[in-house]
């Protein structure tokens, strides 16, 4: 249409200034010059819009010269009509002029805001999620409180959300990450994006269902080049668009400074293991030192009591010297082992109020790391009921630390696709338990009889001072630890710690 407006214009300029001078119609042909100025948007710019009205204006003053240089009757009912036609241009030019301007401003903005969402770094998704709004409503209307109360409604409402949502519009750094071809592609891989982050979308829901101005979370998605990527997603909802029509999601890959966080992370814990090793090593030395000395008197004295035993008469009271002195120094080897222990027990517990619900939760997080970069999916069943116990919360989080590590390592070394941790707690009248269940190879016969061993490990860098600590600190709490385990099925970790006594916790 555009590509023929000049043509239109210049032929509309010329029919109307034939017939403004060549005829002698009492109207204001003149006022049509307005088409051409409106057409004009179509193809000229602020200036052009400017002079094509003064043209108008030109050629309507023209005609009136030339049709009234030789009759001067009518003059004044023409003279009006031409003005009223150059006022009319005049607004239209103005008009037009403005227009321009503002539709000028408008592509800038446009192009400035098309560049970003093309060029930029993020993965941007617009999305139209009218479908999934409804979809929601009716469950609501269902009947249904919450989310959770959704979910067991109907379970498999996931499935529904790839058929309720649209991709409008994704930019190249999007299309890249997912290696999707076209914006179609992408849209039919929906389904199996979704799909693969169930645990997370039932979250992303509640979101939804909630009215939340947005929902932020990070994953893992398969990149272009079958590599893991790690990405920080958010998908934001706003407030002036409540029907849910424009969603814009984001999507950055956050790989790179993961992997860097990663290193630290793991440098650090290296630091802490050498740690520990170095001052094992100090309490080995000084053991050793300590006990050389009581040892060497009694090697001594043994073989002084046996030169007098071999004697041809045996001095038997020498013997009886000997081995007094054997004993007193077993005695004061005993004695050093005792102060040690004393010494290791030092820092005794801190007891305070605890609920074990809270330090799961609070000591899961500090291993969301090792969870996510062994792909451990983590399914927390917590009870309401849980008794509140006494305790050092430190101690404890040691123990569950200890344990939720030992099965994230365990699962490391399957190739099962689904690695499933557990982590449950169930309050009874007289205790707190706490299980983690793992699905990882489970504990062969001999692991199970030395499984709580000081020194027992199966692994290359291992201490196995682990489950050995776990339990000393869960017996200084009054409580125990069982584990039990199916070979190939996983192992669960059991420990209960009994409830407070009332007067405690008051
Ligand atoms: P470490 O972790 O240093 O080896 P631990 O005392 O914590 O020391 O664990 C001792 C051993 O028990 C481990 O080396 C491993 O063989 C076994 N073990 C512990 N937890 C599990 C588990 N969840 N699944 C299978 N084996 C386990």
């Given at each position: 249409?555009?590509?023929?407006s000049?043509l239109?214009?210049?032929?509309?300029?010329?029919a109307?200034?034939?017939l403004d001078t060549?005829?002698?119609?009492?109207i204001?042909i003149?006022?049509?010059?307005?088409?051409?100025?409106?057409?004009a948007l179509?193809?000229?710019?602020?200036?052009?819009?400017?002079l094509?009205g003064?043209g108008c204006?030109?050629l309507t003053a023209?005609?009136?010269l030339?049709?009234h240089s030789?009759d001067?009757i009518e003059?004044?009912?023409s003279?009006?009509?031409c003005?009223?036609?150059?006022?009319?241009?005049?607004?239209a030019?103005?008009l037009?002029?403005r227009?321009k301007?503002?539709?000028?401003?408008?592509?800038e903005?446009?192009?400035?805001?098309?560049?970003?969402?093309?060029?930029?770094?993020v993965g941007?998704?617009?999305?139209?999620?009218?479908?999934?709004k409804?979809?929601?409503?009716?469950l609501?209307?269902?009947?249904a409180?919450?989310?959770?109360?959704?979910?067991?409604?109907?379970p498999?409402?996931?499935?529904?959300?790839?058929?309720?949502?649209?991709?409008?519009?994704a930019n190249?750094t999007a299309?890249?990450m997912?290696?999707a071809?076209?914006i179609?592609s992408?849209?039919?891989m929906?389904?199996?994006i979704?799909t693969a982050?169930m645990?997370?979308?039932?979250?992303?829901?509640?979101?939804?269902?909630?009215?939340?101005?947005g929902?932020?979370?990070e994953?893992?998605i398969d990149?272009a080049e079958?590599?893991?990527?790690?990405v920080?997603y958010n998908?934001?909802?706003p407030a002036?668009?409540?029907?849910?029509?424009?969603?814009?999601?984001?999507?950055?890959?956050?790989?790179a400074?993961?992997?860097?966080?990663?290193?630290?992370?793991?440098?650090?814990?290296?630091?802490?293991?050498?740690a520990r090793?170095?001052?094992?090593?100090?309490?080995?030395v000084s053991?050793?030192?300590?006990?050389?000395q009581p040892l060497?008197a009694?090697?001594?004295n043994?073989?002084?009591?046996?030169r007098w035993?071999?004697?041809?008469e045996?001095?038997?009271a020498?013997?009886?010297?000997s081995?007094?002195?054997m004993?007193a120094?077993a005695?004061?080897?005993?004695?050093?082992?005792?102060?040690?222990r004393a010494l290791?027990?030092?820092?005794s517990?801190v007891?305070g109020?605890?609920?074990l619900?809270?330090?799961?939760e609070?000591?899961?997080?500090?291993v969301?790391r090792?969870?996510d970069?062994n792909?451990v999916?983590?399914?927390?069943?917590?009870?309401t009921?849980?008794?509140?116990?006494?305790?050092?919360?430190?101690q404890?989080?040691q123990?569950?630390?200890n344990?939720?590590?030992?099965?994230?390592?365990?699962m490391?070394?399957?190739?099962?696709?689904?690695?499933?941790l557990?982590?449950e707690?169930i309050?009874?009248?007289?205790?707190?338990?706490?299980?983690?269940?793992?699905?990882?190879?489970g504990l062969?016969?001999?692991?199970?009889?030395k499984?709580f061993?000081?020194f027992?490990?199966?692994?290359p860098?291992g201490?196995?001072m682990?489950l050995?600590?776990c339990?000393s600190?869960v017996?200084?709490?009054?409580?125990?630890i069982?584990?039990?385990?199916?070979?190939?099925?996983g192992t669960?970790?059991?420990f209960?710690?009994p409830?407070?006594?009332?007067a405690e916790?008051?």
């Amino acid at each position: 249409m555009s590509r023929f407006s000049p043509l239109a214009a210049i032929l509309i300029a010329l029919a109307v200034f034939l017939l403004d001078t060549l005829t002698k119609l009492d109207i204001a042909i003149a006022v049509l010059y307005v088409a051409v100025v409106l057409l004009a948007l179509n193809f000229a710019g602020q200036i052009g819009i400017v002079l094509i009205g003064a043209g108008c204006m030109g050629l309507t003053a023209l005609s009136f010269l030339i049709s009234h240089s030789d009759d001067l009757i009518e003059l004044e009912d023409s003279l009006a009509r031409c003005l009223v036609s150059l006022a009319a241009i005049a607004i239209a030019t103005l008009l037009g002029f403005r227009l321009k301007t503002s539709m000028n401003v408008l592509a800038e903005s446009e192009l400035r805001y098309r560049t970003i969402f093309l060029a930029t770094g993020v993965g941007i998704l617009q999305m139209d999620f009218r479908g999934l709004k409804d979809a929601i409503e009716k469950l609501k209307s269902g009947g249904a409180r919450d989310i959770d109360q959704a979910q067991e409604l109907d379970p498999g409402f996931v499935h529904k959300i790839p058929k309720t949502i649209r991709l409008i519009n994704a930019n190249e750094t999007a299309l890249k990450m997912f290696n999707a071809a076209d914006i179609t592609s992408l849209e039919r891989m929906l389904p199996t994006i979704i799909t693969a982050h169930m645990d997370k979308t039932w979250k992303f829901l509640a979101a939804v269902w909630d009215g939340d101005p947005g929902y932020e979370a990070e994953t893992v998605i398969d990149g272009a080049e079958g590599q893991r990527l790690k990405v920080l997603y958010n998908v934001a909802f706003p407030a002036d668009r409540p029907a849910l029509d424009m969603v814009l999601v984001s999507i950055m890959d956050v790989t790179a400074r993961r992997a860097a966080e990663n290193q630290l992370h793991s440098a650090r814990t290296e630091l802490a293991h050498v740690a520990r090793v170095a001052t094992l090593g100090e309490l080995t030395v000084s053991i050793a030192h300590e006990l050389n000395q009581p040892l060497a008197a009694i090697v001594a004295n043994g073989g002084a009591g046996l030169r007098w035993l071999k004697r041809d008469e045996p001095d038997l009271a020498k013997v009886q010297s000997s081995m007094e002195s054997m004993i007193a120094d077993a005695k004061r080897a005993s004695e050093i082992i005792k102060n040690l222990r004393a010494l290791s027990k030092k820092s005794s517990p801190v007891a305070g109020h605890v609920n074990l619900n809270e330090v799961l939760e609070e000591t899961v997080a500090l291993v969301h790391r090792e969870i996510d970069i062994n792909r451990v999916s983590l399914h927390f069943a917590l009870a309401t009921n849980l008794p509140q116990v006494t305790g050092d919360r430190v101690q404890l989080q040691q123990v569950i630390l200890n344990l939720v590590l030992n099965a994230i390592q365990a699962m490391s070394q399957t190739t099962e696709n689904i690695r499933e941790l557990l982590i449950e707690s169930i309050g009874d009248e007289q205790a707190a338990h706490v299980k983690i269940h793992d699905n990882g190879p489970g504990l062969t016969p001999e692991t199970r009889k030395k499984l709580f061993s000081p020194f027992y490990t199966t692994k290359p860098e291992g201490m196995g001072m682990g489950l050995s600590i776990c339990r000393s600190i869960v017996a200084a709490h009054g409580g125990s630890i069982t584990a039990d385990s199916q070979p190939g099925l996983g192992t669960t970790f059991e420990f209960t710690i009994p409830k407070e006594a009332e007067a405690e916790a008051a």
